[in-house]
């Protein structure tokens, strides 16, 4: 829109045309306030109705909540007002009428269930703590692409349609793709190894993944944002250190560049950036120190993968970011290499916060024998991974990576309750619309 000014931008004896959405409205008599809101605040536009145009006073003062209007006028100094100025209009255009019935209030003074604001989600934005969490979602992701860049890789993109899924058939949304049934990849997992394995070397991907889990949780979604990381000669070591890197680079970043936004969440005084290193420990470690607390009904013991409560217990203990390394080989993905001195134990790991389980990784196995093992033990057929498992042929090196739930990393950066709140249009079990 031509000549427009944001309304942060809005200084005292300057002549503006703003534009935005009608907040709040308060007639004192005499003289009357009309808030105007846009992506940047809010200003106040002040009607003295015995000095100004009738047909301008009616239209400002009529408009309904929400609609959408342009304002044109002197800007004053005014520290009574919310933002220190005032705007007095001598031009007022309705440019969208909204309904007087709103399915929820984006003032906040009336509160709404999640499920009604994932209804609504056009008006539920309009909220400064719910626009809040996307900025500093958009901030996370620009953070994370610049540490990545910084640990020198390279951004991939892959296939979100494929023939097999990278675990099986298990998990998968089938779709028909030119008469022949195809899948919605549930990770990179495979391609981004085809990849490391060229002479790129180190490579990662921020994209969508899909897993039919009947899950129903608040830390669930059938629809979610992966981000991966996958390098050429590293070892599980590595790939930690470079998980600790990532997600230490996202807290530093919201710290520095969304005071606002925390302020808005009420964060901006409780905010902590994790210090020191994250605690490596192994999952015998780990499963004793559980076992240790006595919080749990049963005791865990040697190939038990840990439930919510274990890792609830656990991460209670450790009261920040920890590792869990050396998992049983038995619990983990075929291509997750073994140790060479013990067949049982994998190089796999998982980097936990202590509410949730953030990032799965591990080294790699790149010997084609070894991998074509994997598969059969797995009970999967090797010839349906052909295209994957052809290139560990000519010259695979060693290599490690992992997956980090993006959802997951907002939601415990700013402590959501639900992790629909850190995706725009959510999926899951029941919402497919909008």
């Known amino acids: 829109m031509q000549d427009r000014t944001y309304t942060e931008d809005a200084e005292p004896g300057d002549d503006v045309t703003v534009a935005g959405w009608v907040h709040e409205i308060r007639d004192l008599g005499g003289i009357a306030f009309l808030i105007l809101r846009d992506a940047t605040g809010k200003i106040q536009i002040k009607f003295e109705k015995d000095e100004m145009d009738d047909d301008l006073v009616e239209t400002g003062l009529d408009v309904t909540r929400e609609s959408v209007i342009r304002v044109s006028g002197s800007v004053e100094a005014e520290p009574r007002a919310p933002t220190g100025v005032e705007v007095t209009p001598e031009e007022l255009e309705v440019v969208s009428e909204a309904e007087p019935e709103l399915p929820l209030d984006p003032s906040g003074k009336v509160d709404a269930d999640l499920s009604t604001r994932l209804d609504n989600r056009t008006l539920d934005l309009r909220k400064d703590e719910v626009q809040a969490v996307f900025e500093i979602r958009a901030e996370i992701l620009r953070a994370v692409r610049e540490q990545f860049r910084a640990f020198r890789c390279t951004e991939i993109n892959t296939p979100k349609i494929v023939a097999t899924g990278t675990e099986g058939g298990t998990e998968l949304f089938p779709i028909t793709y030119f008469g022949e049934e195809a899948f919605m990849n549930q990770s990179p997992q495979l391609f981004k190894q085809l990849i490391a394995g060229s002479n790129v070397e180190r490579v990662f991907e921020i994209g969508p993944i899909f897993r039919a889990e009947e899950h129903n949780t608040p830390r669930h979604l059938n629809e979610a944002t992966s981000i991966d990381f996958e390098g050429a000669f590293c070892d599980a070591h590595d790939a930690m250190d470079v998980a600790e890197g990532i997600v230490k680079a996202a807290y530093e970043a919201v710290n520095e560049n969304c005071s606002a936004e925390l302020e808005a969440l009420g964060l901006e005084e409780e905010f902590e950036i994790p210090e020191g290193d994250f605690p490596r420990l ?30 609830k217990t656990l991460g209670d203990d450790v009261g920040g970011h920890y590792f869990i390394t050396d998992w049983p080989s038995e619990i983990k993905p075929f291509y997750i290499k073994d140790h060479d001195d013990d067949e049982e134990l994998s190089t796999g790991f998982d980097l936990m916060h202590p509410r949730m389980e953030l990032v799965s990784g591990g080294q790699r196995e790149h010997r084609n024998e070894h991998l074509i093992e994997g598969f059969e033990q797995q009970g999967l057929d090797p010839e349906q991974f052909e295209y994957y498992t052809k290139m560990f042929k000519y010259g695979m090196p060693p290599h490690a990576g992992f997956g980090l739930g993006g959802e997951r990393l907002i939601m415990t950066i700013l402590g959501l309750d639900n992790i629909r709140e850190a995706v725009l249009f959510p999926r899951d079990r029941q919402r497919l619309s909008p």
């Open 282 to 311: 192994s999952y015998e470690e780990a499963i004793e120190r559980i076992n240790a607390t006595g919080e749990l009904d049963e005791q865990l013991v040697w190939g038990d993968d840990l439930p919510t409560e274990a890792e």
